[in-house]
C-alpha cells in the first residue's frame, strides 16, 4: 500500500489550507484512516481519524477547526483545516490501519505545513 499525502506548504495564521492523501488502495479496505502530525521538538499526535463505518475522531486542539472527509471514487482522504495557528506547524502524515486486534498501519512520506503569525 502506499498513501501519497499532499497540499502543506506556508499560511498565515488564520489562513487555510486542504490536505489529499491519495491510496493505492481502495480506502474502503481500512479500518481507519486519518492524520497524524508532528511538530518540531515534539512527539507525534493523532489530529483526525475517520473509520470506514464514518465515525470520527479529533484532537481537542482542531475541534471546529479541522475536517476530516473522503472521496471513495478518488481513493482519496482529505483533511481541510481552517483558522490555523502556528502551533499547527508540523509535519502532517496520512495514516491507514487495517486488522482487528492488532492493527497494520501504513503511513505516508509527510508534508510540511507552516504557519506564520
Known amino acids: 500500500v502506499q498513501l501519497q499525502a499532499s497540499g502543506g506548504g506556508l499560511v498565515q495564521a488564520g489562513g487555510s489550507l486542504r490536505l489529499s492523501c491519495t491510496s493505492s488502495r481502495s480506502i474502503n479496505s481500512f479500518n481507519f484512516m486519518g492524520w497524524y502530525r508532528r511538530p518540531p521538538g515534539k512527539e507525534r499526535e493523532m489530529v483526525a481519524l475517520?473509520?470506514?463505518?464514518?465515525?470520527?475522531n479529533y484532537a481537542d486542539s482542531v475541534k471546529g477547526r479541522f475536517t476530516i472527509s473522503r472521496d471513495t471514487i478518488a481513493n482519496t482522504v482529505y483533511l481541510q483545516m481552517n483558522n490555523l495557528k502556528p502551533e499547527d506547524t508540523a509535519v502532517y502524515y496520512c495514516n491507514a490501519a487495517e486488522g482487528s486486534g492488532a492493527f497494520t498501519n501504513y503511513w505516508g512520506q509527510g508534508t510540511q505545513v507552516t504557519v506564520s503569525s
Open positions: 475517520r473509520s470506514t463505518g464514518g465515525g470520527t
